[in-house]
């Protein structure tokens, strides 16, 4: 059936049960056996069952998306922030805007999340460095609630929509460019364990050693656990403390970067004459360290333009060309790196 305006009474008869029964599935609410909840679920997602509450929503205001930020650094997510809300208000998209580290996240009910969502009007949901969970996924599908994932925390799959960067050319680009310098000691501080980009950094680092014949020596590989000034504090602590320290350090993030100028300055080591230090982001804040911080820049507004655009087009019933987008990286050189003290 194609009928938007179908009622819950003809979706309750389809599916043999009575209209309560149904109008506690569509809220989420408790008291319905699993198989029947997953019958008349799949019947309301064939049918585009459109409740009242929810058409009265969606005509009586702008498109509205949902946006939800995971725990990455303030000016990481200013930049993404930007770029979205200039594309939406081109567009008269209104954007809601949340916060939600992933553990808390995974506990929020899948149900009642996708039903609040829809009752409000919801076109869609936007996820920064975040990752539902299978019900959670299934519940915005069942209900035609479109999800794009910016930096998914999980590899990208084929059935959930990501946007994010080049970011194994990027880890490539940063330690080839201290190879160019001359460096042979070369550290990698890594962000969050879990997530996808920093795997591809790290990678990327490891595959430019590799190319360069530079043996990959497990003590300069440092595990920060976030991509926040901690980290870099922690790593670059515990690596200049070494027997033979790194003449440069590689951070996943330049917020990490940060953190290992800091403990520079404290040990009275001259940047970059005594150590190189690259970050990853590109920030704003890159270009008013001292020195000058060099990174590998990603487009970051862009990224964010692109998860509306593709979240639109996704509620509007059309096909991606693609469920991964990935833009590219730059690397920006400044005064941070420089060949290695003889």
């Not at 580290?101 to 920064?128: E, K, Y």
Request: aromatic share 4%.
């Amino acid at each position: 059936m194609s009928d938007r305006r179908i009622d819950l009474a003809a979706i309750a008869a389809q599916a043999g049960v009575s209209a309560s029964t149904v109008s506690k599935v569509i809220h989420g609410r408790e008291g319905v056996a699993s198989a029947t909840r997953d019958r008349v679920r799949r019947l309301l997602a064939e049918t585009g069952y459109v409740s009242p509450m929810q058409r009265r929503a969606r005509e009586s205001g702008p498109t509205m998306v949902d946006l939800v930020i995971g725990g990455v650094s303030a000016g990481y997510t200013m930049e993404v922030l930007q770029g979205i809300l200039s594309a939406a208000q081109s567009i008269d998209v209104d954007v809601v805007v949340s916060s939600a580290s992933p553990g808390d996240l995974h506990q929020i009910d899948a149900d009642a999340w996708a039903t609040r969502m829809n009752d409000s009007g919801r076109t869609g949901l936007i996820l920064v460095t975040s990752q539902l969970t299978t019900t959670q996924r299934a519940a915005f599908r069942q209900r035609g609630l479109p999800v794009v994932v910016i930096d998914p925390l999980g590899p990208p799959t084929v059935d959930l929509s990501s946007v994010g960067s080049t970011n194994w050319a990027g880890g490539k680009a940063a330690t080839e460019h201290l190879i160019a310098l001359g460096h042979r000691r070369i550290a990698y501080i890594g962000g969050r364990t879990e997530a996808e980009c920093n795997v591809a950094r790290l990678h990327g680092h490891l595959a430019a050693l590799m190319a360069a014949g530079i043996a990959a020596r497990p003590e300069y590989t440092y595990d920060g656990g976030s991509f926040g000034r901690a980290a870099g504090v922690a790593g670059a602590t515990a690596l200049l403390e070494l027997e033979e320290p790194p003449t440069a350090v590689f951070a996943a993030s330049d917020s990490i970067a940060l953190g290992v100028l800091e403990v520079a300055r404290a040990k009275g080591l001259d940047v970059p004459h005594d150590l190189s230090v690259v970050g990853f982001d590109g920030l704003p804040l890159a270009e008013q360290t001292l020195p000058p911080l060099t990174t590998v820049a990603q487009p970051l507004r862009d990224m964010g333009r692109a998860a509306l655009r593709s979240v639109l087009r996704l509620a509007a019933g059309e096909r991606l060309d693609s469920p991964r987008i990935e833009l590219a990286t730059e690397l920006v050189v400044r005064g941070s790196t420089a060949p290695p003290a003889r």
